[in-house]
């Protein structure tokens, strides 16, 4: 088992940053990616970012690309994902999420094994 806990959520004007974490705790030796969805009021769950537990790849939605970065340090066994430029369209609930085989496009939650709690963000215009 692997559990996540996720924090760094909070309302914040649209163009601000935030930082999300998520602490990974358990048998994380068997954790081959990480993700982050987003699900708002009335839509499905959405994929955001994801990357892989080692190496260098990463997986962004095209709504977040070039305004959201997804980043891990293996050593603490978190995983983070920086916002930037938010917009009002970025409010939701954000889901950390990790799977441990091998994804084809690590976009779909059916990818994924393990789902931490949720976060809230909240941009405001």
Do not use: H
């Not at 935030?18 to 839509?43: D, E, M, N």
């Not at 889901?95 to 091998?102: E, I, L, N």
Request: net charge positive.
């Amino acid at each position: 088992q692997v559990q996540l806990v996720e924090s760094g959520g909070g309302l914040v004007q649209a163009g601000g940053s935030l930082r999300l974490s998520c602490a990974a705790s358990g048998r994380t030796f068997s954790i081959y990616a990480v993700g982050w969805f987003r699900q708002a009021p009335g839509k499905e769950r959405e994929f955001v970012a994801a990357t892989r537990w080692s190496g260098r790849n990463t997986y962004y939605a095209d709504s977040v690309k070039g305004r959201f970065t997804i980043s891990r340090d293996n050593a603490k066994n978190t995983v983070y994902l920086q916002m930037d430029t938010l917009k009002p369209e970025d409010t939701a609930v954000y889901y950390c999420t990790a799977g441990q085989s091998r994804g084809t496009s690590y976009a779909f939650p059916n990818e994924y094994d393990y789902w931490g709690q949720g976060t809230q963000v909240t941009v405001s215009s």
